[in-house]
């Protein structure tokens, strides 16, 4: 089993940055595929970005494209989603998530779920 924590949300201004983590413990890290999925009030949860296991290529929601950087850190156990250039509809809570199948942009395929960290873009 793998217990994640996520943190590094909060309130920043439209056209800010944050930086988000995503700390895992229990089985080895760099055997999942993470990613990281977002939900606003009253939306379904989407997907933002994923990293694969392998290789570690990523794959972004075109909304995020060229703003979101996801990175992993196998050494600390540590997925990063550095967002800039924030907007007000990116407010939501942000979950990461581990996977070992092919389908990264699905949440469907995630085993292990964090708790999640609030983002609020203000205008």
């Known amino acids: 089993q793998v217990q994640l924590v996520e943190s590094g949300g909060g309130l920043v201004q439209a056209g800010g940055s944050l930086r988000l983590s995503c700390a895992a413990s229990g089985r080895t890290f760099s055997g999942y595929n993470v990613g990281w999925f977002r939900q606003a009030p009253g939306k379904e949860r989407q997907f933002v970005a994923a990293?694969?296991?392998?290789?570690?290529?990523?794959d972004y929601a075109d909304s995020v494209k060229g703003r979101f950087t996801i990175s992993r850190d196998n050494t600390e156990n540590t997925v990063y989603l550095q967002m800039n250039s924030l907007k007000t509809e990116d407010t939501a809570v942000y979950y990461c998530?581990?996977?070992?199948?092919?389908?990264?942009?699905?949440?469907?395929?995630?085993?292990?779920w964090g708790q999640g960290t609030q983002v609020t873009v203000s205008s």
């Open positions: 998530a581990v996977s070992t199948g092919w389908n990264i942009r699905s949440q469907y395929w995630y085993d292990y």
């Open positions: 990293i694969r296991r392998s290789g570690g290529s990523t």
